[in-house]
């Protein structure tokens, strides 16, 4: 944390709630702790947390995340009706002083975060634990079977983990998870809905940016170092054709936004920024989005979108936000973190796979000058995330099992 601090110095405000030191809640309230360590996973809990307002009013709900990122998301999303700090480090004593202030009945993580400190202490206060639409590649598992003993010993304390697929499952069943505590119930994420608003502000948004359906728009989203390079290549590329396209950039971390900005001037590209407030002119070619919380917004304000983490060995980020926008969807080969969704959309054929900035660039080219092909491809898309909804009903019968 200090050395992200020298770069964003937002990493060092609120420390004290890292270490524990948050406001005491009234031992009479009861609490449900949800955590969320990032932006993808908090965005994963927004239709769980709406469901247990709903369902459960009298709850107060403790939303904790790990980074500034999934901080701003939480603070944006529920700007009243919760109570947010970020988790504590998984130190016994943090642990402990955190339990003895929040005091939860419940607590339920989000996908993979495994922290045997929180686990055991849990475990000792008879405060069940649930694994929520929880991931575990086949490159996790290898991590964690490195401590097979420790491993197991934490697992045993889980009361349930709700898996996203049946590999996952099986790979937790290897690490020493019992079947009675597992349930494969599918990804949450598919139960996200479009609302009229969201869905109107994406094509005001799309009107400002095509300068009135002149242009078409290809969003890079969630790009890494070294995936911004290829998409700047396939970008000049495109506009051989295309020579009035817009290219939305959006750098996966934020500390990055300044060198991505960098990066498009050294290619001789002119830049907006979405922090600026400004509309791009027909003579700007990228758009920096340098603002937090907005990618699902952008899903469905572009023409075709690229998935990124995925030409980079790091996995790949979600795929299931643009399929419920019915967005033609490419991404690169890199999706072990992903796999079930990448393989529904694969065999839906509503996503292909690039492999460098000229597979990229003749991907995108095909799709804009293929109306058709285009709405087919999206349309595919959709219905995966159409038809894959119905994990939150089944997290739902587990949760509402555990709330006394």
Known sequence: MFWRARK????????????????????????VWIHSVSVGETLAAVPLIKKLKKLYPDKLLVITTTTLTGSERVQSIFSSGIYHVYAPYDLPDTVNRFLRRVHPSLVIIMETELWPNLVNYCHDADIPVIIANARMSEKSSRGYQRFSRLTKNMLEKINYVVAQHVDDGKNFLKLGLSETQLMVAGNIKFDVALNSELSSESSRLKLDWSSQNNRRIFL????????DEIVLDAYKKIRKNYPEILLVM?????????????????????????????????????????????????????DV??????????????????AIWGTPLISGPSLYNFSEVSRLLEDAQGMRICQDSSSMAKIVQELLGDTLEAERMGAAAKSVAE???????????????QIS
């Open 305 to 322: 979108s690229f998935v990124g983490g995925s030409l980079v060995p790091s996995g790949g980020h979600s795929l299931i936000e643009p």
């Open 220 to 227: 890079a989203a969630s790009t890494h170092r070294g995936e």
């Open 250 to 302: 959006v750098p996966r971390h934020p500390e990055r936004f300044s060198e991505v900005a960098q990066l498009c001037l050294e290619h001789g590209l002119s830049i907006v920024k979405r922090s600026d407030g400004v509309r791009p002119e027909i003579r700007d070619q990228v758009l920096l989005g340098d603002t937090m919380g907005e990618l699902m917004l952008f899903y469905g304000a572009c």
């Open 387 to 401: 038809g894959n909804r119905g994990a939150l009903n089944k997290l739902m019968k587990i949760i509402d099992g």
């Open 8 to 31: 964003n110095p937002q990493y060092s405000d609120r420390w004290h709630e890292r270490f524990g030191f948050v406001p005491e809640i009234d031992a009479s309230q009861e609490v």
